[in-house]
């Protein structure tokens, strides 16, 4: 029997195939899957630590006018701490944990007084979301923190006592 090139080629074709008809499109819809779940988390969590960023920030500047607006040191330091939980809610940050630090120069014990320079920092975190537990289980945290400096003269007028 004399074979020609193309039948051949054709019957080889043929025979190879038949068991693979599909397996292509299955292969390709795995390895979607496989690339877009880890892609899907990825922008997930770099929108969660930018809104973070974002409501730290915020906080801060905020919090900043809050204490140096403040009739004295201890009220600032309470509307300084409303002010930044505020604007943290907010953002849709309730349940992340606040630090506040309130540091004046050159009067330390007096911000409110003469030309201090008030300098608030906040310091946060936000959760990581949907990370697995096999790469850390729990609930892992993204530390954010901000800092604003505020001259006290800036949004009210200071007394010199004189009058």
């Known amino acids: 029997m004399r074979w020609r090139l193309g039948q051949r080629w054709e019957r080889g074709k043929g025979e190879r195939g038949k068991g693979e008809r599909g397996s292509g499109?299955?292969?390709l819809t795995w390895l979607g899957?496989?690339?877009?779940?880890?892609?899907?988390w990825i922008l997930l969590s770099i929108f969660a630590v930018q809104r973070g960023a974002f409501a730290v920030s915020g906080a801060a500047r905020a919090a900043g006018r809050a204490y140096v607006l403040a009739p004295s040191d201890d009220i600032g330091v309470q509307r300084a701490r409303v002010a930044a939980e505020q604007v943290l809610a907010d953002q849709g940050i309730e349940d992340a944990p606040l630090d506040i630090t309130v540091s004046c120069t050159p009067y330390p014990q007096a911000c409110h007084s003469g030309t201090s320079v008030v300098t608030v920092r906040i310091a946060s975190s936000i959760r990581?979301?949907?990370?697995?537990?096999v790469l850390g289980g729990g609930s892992p945290r993204f530390a954010l923190?901000?800092?604003?400096?505020v001259p006290v003269g800036q949004y009210q007028e200071v007394s010199d006592g004189a009058g």
């Open 145 to 149: 923190d901000a800092t604003q400096v």
């Open 25 to 27: 499109l299955i292969e």
């Open 128 to 133: 990581i979301p949907l990370l697995p537990l």
């Open 33 to 40: 899957i496989l690339l877009l779940v880890p892609l899907v």
